[in-house]
């Protein structure tokens, strides 16, 4: 697997065929710019296109695993159509990639976990998470439709009621209350982290690879048969971009203050 293409992403080999993959975006607390969202939708291609590879863990660099979209990203989104369109074809590559990469993905998530880090974070196949990590969707905050990964898996882990709770109400869940309701496999120790995550993926490495990609394939027929659900939420996010209650989202944002959404077309 040819590494040296990608920038926003940062990779180790270990022993047994893990490959790990590290999130970096120096500052901004990994998020996800215009290169680290393109590089977190293809790369999983390239995971399963090689030979060496039996197993991979993905982490944030840091003090944090992603703190979501980029601001100028999301500018980028809501003034031109090119971008927009560009963006909503990687956002949807992305959660398919991963539901379709046949390696075990395991997730190590500490410090903010938002947007499209989240997404990769509570679709790979074993998800952990320190205690005081904080997961947030963040889409109704910033004025869009919850699409990216939520309607596809937040019913299925945590079931509907909690997630219309968390996903319209934009409520933050630490790895502890994740690992209660189900959103994430396990909940250690910022200690404990890495190694226990590390831990995983060699198991997942040295167990018999048509055992466990053919069961990753067909559990994730759950998640292919929620694909009608996905791709609407994701046509109507994309949707909002075009809207002026993103710009009212993303204002308040970056000026730290309550957003005000007025009531402005039908619905």
Do not use: Q
Not at 101 to 115: D, L, Q, R, T, W
């Amino acid at each position: 697997m040819d590494t040296t293409r990608y920038e926003a992403l940062k990779f180790h080999r270990h022993e047994d065929g893990i490959l790990e993959i590290v999130l970096h975006n120096e500052g901004r607390l990994n998020s996800a710019d215009h290169r680290m969202h393109r590089e977190l939708a293809y790369v999983w291609r390239d995971i399963d296109m090689s030979d060496e590879v039996r197993a991979v863990l993905i982490r944030g660099e840091g003090r944090g695993f992603s703190s979501g979209g980029d601001f100028e990203l999301i500018e980028d989104m809501s003034r031109d159509f090119h971008t927009l369109t560009r963006v909503w074809k990687e956002a949807r590559d992305l959660v398919y990639n991963v539901v379709n990469c046949s390696k075990p993905i395991v997730s190590a998530i500490h410090g903010p976990c938002v947007g499209a880090g989240l997404a990769v974070a509570l679709l790979a196949d074993v998800s952990v998470a320190t205690r005081t990590a904080r997961l947030l969707d963040g889409h109704t905050r910033l004025g869009v439709a919850a699409g990216d990964h939520a309607a596809i898996i937040w019913p299925l882990l945590c079931g509907l009621n909690k997630a219309k709770y968390h996903l319209l109400l934009n409520e933050p869940l630490s790895g502890e209350e994740a690992e209660r309701i189900g959103l994430v496999s396990l909940c250690v120790d910022e200690a404990d982290l890495l190694p226990r995550a590390m831990d995983l993926a060699r198991r997942l490495a040295r167990s018999s690879p048509t055992a466990v990609r053919w069961t990753k394939y067909a559990l994730n027929n759950w998640l292919r048969a929620a694909g009608p659900t996905f791709d609407t939420s994701l046509a109507l996010e994309f949707l909002g971009f075009t809207g002026p209650d993103v710009r009212e989202g993303l204002a308040s944002l970056r000026e730290k203050r309550e957003p005000n959404f007025e009531e402005n077309a039908p619905l």
